[in-house]
């Protein structure tokens, strides 16, 4: 059985699914702080007697440790504060959520002899890139502590391999965007602050308006340039990054994005025509933070976990979109 933390928010969710898929028995760990109620009633439906829900928190040691029945052999660990604004407003909450969190489920994996770990990394560990694509020798110097406590993670989770044997894989992604093909889950974020979703809302909910942030920045038309991965693609790579630890894999990290960058405007042009709709959309000043442009290098991760990005563009944003409706249906 394998435990997954944080997996009734939007990536964990959809891993769950395809670890489902597979046969594979799952037990959630969640606090349900950012993750949904809902998103976990869809996932006992689907995997019935393969499928647990534990409600608990990582800063909780007690509760955590508890969560380690005798079957967990390996663990995909996503729970996490994920907002990079915030983390610049709010620091002690992702050192607390995020460091000490991990460290509570690396020690409870110590105490119940469990040594493999997937972990959701972030291309923000790389801050201001020096050079595009990005592969994964390129410096880590995170610009804000979202990032930092990410980073401080790899290398904790390096320490722990070292003097207790615990393997890890961190994969860091870059932009996620799509829903589950079948719609049972996708992003679903009390505060929006992603692109995609940001654009699909100004359809459905009165007076949003979708801004895109700086249109001065030196790409081919002055908005930020991101590498966008279907996040079905990315469930995969989890199971191959798990797989790849069972089979006697070394702890290693992984980018993994597309080796394609898009700008805001095309993904906005992209919604426009996927949706056949007149989106509302306002021109504003850039938002603090962002980078122009973050694209992957995603040679090593096909390479060694033998992982390939599959869905479209396209497809992404029209799963993004029909899950969107979705939301939106059951709000109204
Ligand atoms: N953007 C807009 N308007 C919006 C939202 C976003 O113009 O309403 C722009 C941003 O300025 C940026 C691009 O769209 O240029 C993508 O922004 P997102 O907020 O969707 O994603 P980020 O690139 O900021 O962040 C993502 C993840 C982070 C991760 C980071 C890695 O959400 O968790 O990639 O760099 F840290």
Request: glycine share 6%; hydrophobic share 35%.
């Given at each position: 059985m394998i435990l997954v933390t944080g997996g009734a928010g939007y990536i964990g969710s959809h891993l769950v699914l395809e670890l489902l898929k597979r046969g594979y028995k799952v037990s959630v760990f969640d606090n349900l702080s950012t993750g949904h109620i809902e998103t976990v009633n869809k996932l006992k439906e689907t995997g019935k007697k393969n499928f647990e829900f534990i409600k608990g928190d990582l800063n909780n040691k007690n509760e955590i440790n508890a969560?380690?029945?005798?079957?967990?052999?390996?663990v995909i660990h996503f729970a996490a504060s994920a907002l990079v604004y915030e983390s610049t407003v709010n620091p002690a909450k992702y050192y607390e959520n995020n460091f000490c969190g991990t460290l509570n489920l690396l020690n409870s994996m110590r105490e119940n002899n469990v040594s493999k770990i997937v972990f959701s990394s972030?291309?923000?560990?790389?801050?201001?890139?020096?050079?595009?694509?990005?592969?994964?020798?390129h410096p880590q110097n995170p610009i804000n502590p979202y990032g930092k406590s990410k980073l401080m993670i790899e290398k904790m989770m390096d320490d722990y391999d070292m003097a207790y044997g615990i393997k890890s894989v961190r994969l860091r992604y870059f932009n996620v965007v799509g829903a589950d093909s079948k719609f049972r889950t996708g992003e679903w974020h009390d505060m929006e602050t992603h692109i995609v979703p940001n654009i699909l809302k100004s359809l459905f909910v009165k007076n949003q308006t979708f801004k895109i942030?700086?249109?001065?920045?030196?790409?081919k038309d002055g908005t930020c340039v991101r590498d966008y991965v279907n996040v079905e693609d990315l469930a995969q790579a989890h199971i191959l990054a798990f797989e790849y630890l069972q089979k006697g894999g070394k702890t290693d990290f992984f980018n993994i994005g597309t080796n394609e960058g898009n700008t805001v405007r095309e993904i906005f042009e992209y919604c426009s025509m996927i949706t056949g709709k007149k989106i509302p959309f306002e021109i504003a000043p850039r938002r603090k933070g962002d980078p122009a442009r973050l694209v992957a290098d995603n040679k090593k991760a096909k390479e060694i976990l033998k992982w390939t990005p599959k869905k479209t563009l396209k497809e992404s944003i029209q799963t993004a979109y029909e899950w969107e409706k979705q939301l939106n249906l059951q709000k109204n």
């Amino acid at each position: 059985m394998i435990l997954v933390t944080g997996g009734a928010g939007y990536i964990g969710s959809h891993l769950v699914l395809e670890l489902l898929k597979r046969g594979y028995k799952v037990s959630v760990f969640d606090n349900l702080s950012t993750g949904h109620i809902e998103t976990v009633n869809k996932l006992k439906e689907t995997g019935k007697k393969n499928f647990e829900f534990i409600k608990g928190d990582l800063n909780n040691k007690n509760e955590i440790n508890a969560a380690f029945s005798k079957e967990i052999n390996g663990v995909i660990h996503f729970a996490a504060s994920a907002l990079v604004y915030e983390s610049t407003v709010n620091p002690a909450k992702y050192y607390e959520n995020n460091f000490c969190g991990t460290l509570n489920l690396l020690n409870s994996m110590r105490e119940n002899n469990v040594s493999k770990i997937v972990f959701s990394s972030t291309a923000a560990t790389y801050g201001e890139p020096i050079k595009i694509p990005i592969d994964e020798n390129h410096p880590q110097n995170p610009i804000n502590p979202y990032g930092k406590s990410k980073l401080m993670i790899e290398k904790m989770m390096d320490d722990y391999d070292m003097a207790y044997g615990i393997k890890s894989v961190r994969l860091r992604y870059f932009n996620v965007v799509g829903a589950d093909s079948k719609f049972r889950t996708g992003e679903w974020h009390d505060m929006e602050t992603h692109i995609v979703p940001n654009i699909l809302k100004s359809l459905f909910v009165k007076n949003q308006t979708f801004k895109i942030f700086g249109t001065d920045y030196d790409t081919k038309d002055g908005t930020c340039v991101r590498d966008y991965v279907n996040v079905e693609d990315l469930a995969q790579a989890h199971i191959l990054a798990f797989e790849y630890l069972q089979k006697g894999g070394k702890t290693d990290f992984f980018n993994i994005g597309t080796n394609e960058g898009n700008t805001v405007r095309e993904i906005f042009e992209y919604c426009s025509m996927i949706t056949g709709k007149k989106i509302p959309f306002e021109i504003a000043p850039r938002r603090k933070g962002d980078p122009a442009r973050l694209v992957a290098d995603n040679k090593k991760a096909k390479e060694i976990l033998k992982w390939t990005p599959k869905k479209t563009l396209k497809e992404s944003i029209q799963t993004a979109y029909e899950w969107e409706k979705q939301l939106n249906l059951q709000k109204n």
